[in-house]
Every structure is written in C-alpha cells, then in structure tokens.
C-alpha cells in the first residue's frame, strides 16, 4: 500500500503552460506539505495545510497555489510556469502539528520546464 | 532561523565497513527533532532515524545510528556493515518545537563500493 503517493512521477511542460501536481496519503494524517528540491538537491519548504487550511506559505511566488478538497489531498497548482520552476517536488504528510511529528514523503515529481 | 549544514558532499565506503556522515545545526531552541532522510537514485526520500533532543540516549535503528551532541549541535550519522544498498544521497533535517517544517542541510552523496 502506498502512503504518500504524487502523480505525475515526470513532468515535461513549455514555458507559460500551466500545470498541476496531484497528492493523496492513506496514512490519515491531518498534515500535508510540498517542498521543492531544486538542481543541486536542496530542498526547501513550500506550503503547509493542516486540516484543509493553509499553514506555511514560505515566500513561494502566487503563480503556485496549493489547494486541499480534503485533508487526505494536497494539490499543487502552477500557472504560467518559468525555465526556474524546473526541479522535484515532493508531497509530505504527517499526523498533526503537534511538535516533532515524522513526516513521511511521497516519490516526488519531477517538473522540466522547457 | 534554524540552519543545517553538512561538511561533507560526497563520501565513499567499501561494503561492509563503517562510516560516519557529519552534521551541524544552529538553533536557539531546546526541544526540537532531528532527522536523517535517505534519497536514493529512485529519488524517494526514506526516512533513516530521528532524534529527539530531549532524549540523552542516541537512537539507533539496526545498522544505522546517530551521535547526538546537544551542547555541540552535532548529529552525525554512522552507517555499521554498509551495504550496496546504502548507495544513496543522506539528508540531515531539522523540526522545531513550534513549527512543522523541516530545515534540510545540502546532503552527503555516499557511495559504497564492491
């Protein structure tokens, strides 16, 4: 069974389309995330939802927008996307906020942007 | 701001021997997590271990252990009988108390060779 699952796995888009990455974890967890891990693997928090409502918003441009129909899905919207949007994003999930929750990552997804 | 840093961008070890990935942290919080994720060429981020820095004891889980130096802020990571499989990029993560995100270091990129 597959806890945290992305789709796409692959990614490949022109330059101002508009895309979308879909997130769903079966563990029952309250909390979900999206960070992105850039060309030299660095990676770095998007967005936080708990319960459907946005936590975290790190500086991330408003071309993305993440939405949450439900606590069990995260989804991330990109509009007009850019030659820099290319990297691998990855969907996280874990119980609550409480301090110090694990978070379990999904397989990632790779975005090209040519 | 929490920070992460990892010394070391590449290591290499022989199967079967021992080897020790490096990790600092600068925080001006008390009770927080620490974390060791391993992303292999699948590009899954699997967590390793995680400590919580309330605790004195270091966790270890089967072949995989951590020196947790709190007054240090050190978390290093030692891999016992290292397998093929080890091949992998290690990230070292912090988690606040307060907050949900995790603050990742650069990564150690670890081979192990035949």
């Known amino acids: 069974d597959t806890a945290v699952s992305q789709t796409p796995k692959y990614l490949v888009t022109q330059m101002g389309n508009d895309k979308s990455i879909k997130c769903e974890q079966n563990?029952?967890?309250?909390?979900m995330y999206w960070y992105k891990q850039d060309s030299k693997k660095f990676l770095k928090i998007m967005f936080s939802?708990?319960?459907?409502?946005?936590?975290i918003n790190e500086t991330v441009p408003n071309r993305f927008s993440p939405k949450s129909p439900d606590k069990a899905h995260l989804n991330l919207h990109i509009n007009s996307l850019e030659l820099g949007d290319s990297a691998v994003y990855f969907c996280?999930?874990?119980?609550?906020?409480?301090?110090?929750?694990?978070?379990?990552f999904g397989p990632g997804t790779r975005l090209l942007v040519l | 701001a929490q920070t992460v840093t990892q010394s070391q961008p590449e290591m290499s070890v022989q199967e079967a021997e021992t080897v020790t990935l490096s990790c600092t942290y600068d925080?001006?919080?008390?009770?927080?997590?620490l974390f060791w994720y391993k992303q292999p060429p699948s590009r899954q981020m699997i967590l390793v271990i995680r400590?919580?820095?309330?605790?004195?004891q270091n966790a270890t889980e089967n072949r995989f252990s951590v020196n947790f130096q709190k007054a240090a802020k050190s978390f290093s990571l030692k891999i016992s009988d290292s397998q093929l499989g080890d091949t992998a990029m290690y990230f070292c993560?912090?988690?606040?108390?307060?907050?949900?995100?995790?603050?990742f270091g650069g990564g150690t990129r670890l081979m192990v060779k035949p």
């Open positions: 996280a999930s874990s119980q609550d906020l409480a301090g110090g929750e694990t978070q379990y």
């Open positions: 563990l029952g967890h309250d909390t």
């Open positions: 939802y708990n319960n459907k409502e946005l936590i």
């Open positions: 925080t001006s919080e008390n009770n927080y997590y």
């Open positions: 400590q919580e820095a309330y605790k004195q």
């Open positions: 993560a912090f988690l606040g108390n307060a907050g949900n995100m995790l603050t």
